[in-house]
T-cell receptor, first 111, second 113 residues
Framework: TQLLEQSPQFLSIQEGENLTVYCNSS?????LQWYRQEPGEGPVLLVT?????EVKKLKRLTFQFGDARKDSSLHITAAQTGDTGLYLC???????????FGTGTRLKVLA | DVKVTQSSRYLVKRTGEKVFLECVQD?????MFWYRQDPGLGLRLIYF???????EKGDIPEGYSVSREKKERFSLILESASTNQTSMYLC????????????FGDGTRLSIL
């Protein structure tokens, strides 16, 4: 069974600080997505990474896919209160339409 | 914008009842998914469908069934609800390739008493 572990599970930081969230697996994924979920809503896609070693930037958010396509990281620079939410990674399992979701990182950014 | 609509935001049912959760998408997507979300466990796939009348089991299908009679509608059925099925249920859809986003509904918080 493919699993995705995220760390940390919870993170509370002050506005302006930097942070990194990790998504790790022993399995290889053909692609990996990051989502953010706000209270009372469904997850919304932030980015998809496909190639090992790929780095994508979305304003203050930087996403990296590991060289072996088994892990990924999300780095936020100068966090803002609007970044508060649950961050989920999701790996595309080979050969099926299935996605494996990570356990989630709940981020709270304090003013 | 893609819209995925789940019929209820909150639902309270009793053990043993048959429960229907409905999901409708308006973008002609091929794939539809049902997940349950529990704290510390992330999203776990219950069932998915890649075409009308086609379905495949996800990671936790026990106690659930699904129906996809029309392309836009995907129903999750709890045959005989149990308290361990109390959870947040999320429906999602996307087009054929896994590189494209899954679009989620806002979820149904189901309580089984």
């Amino acid at each position: 069974t493919q699993l995705l572990e995220q760390s940390p599970q919870f993170l509370s930081i002050q506005e302006g600080e930097n942070l990194t969230v990790y998504c790790n697996s022993s399995s290889v994924f053909s692609s990996l997505q990051w989502y953010r979920q706000e209270p009372g809503e469904g997850p919304v896609l932030l980015v998809t990474v496909v190639t090992g070693g790929e780095v994508k930037k979305l304003k203050r958010l930087t996403f990296q896919f590991g060289d072996a396509r088994k892990d990924s990281s999300l780095h936020i620079t100068a966090a803002q209160t609007g970044d508060t939410g649950l961050y989920l990674c999701a790996g595309a399992a080979s050969g099926t339409y299935k996605y494996i979701f990570g356990t989630g990182t709940r981020l709270k950014v304090l003013a | 914008d893609v819209k995925v609509t789940q019929s209820s935001r909150y639902l309270v049912k009793r053990t043993g009842e048959k429960v229907f959760l409905e999901c409708v998408q308006d973008m002609d997507h091929e794939n539809m998914f049902w997940y349950r979300q529990d704290p510390g466990l992330g999203l776990r796939l219950i069932y998915f469908s890649y075409d009308v009348k086609m379905k495949e089991k996800g990671d936790i299908p026990e106690g659930y069934s699904v129906s996809r009679e029309k392309k836009e509608r995907f129903s999750l059925i709890l045959e005989s609800a149990s308290t361990n099925q109390t959870s947040m249920y999320l429906c999602a859809s996307n087009q054929g390739t896994k590189l494209l986003a899954q679009h989620f509904g806002d979820g149904t918080r189901l309580s089984i008493l």
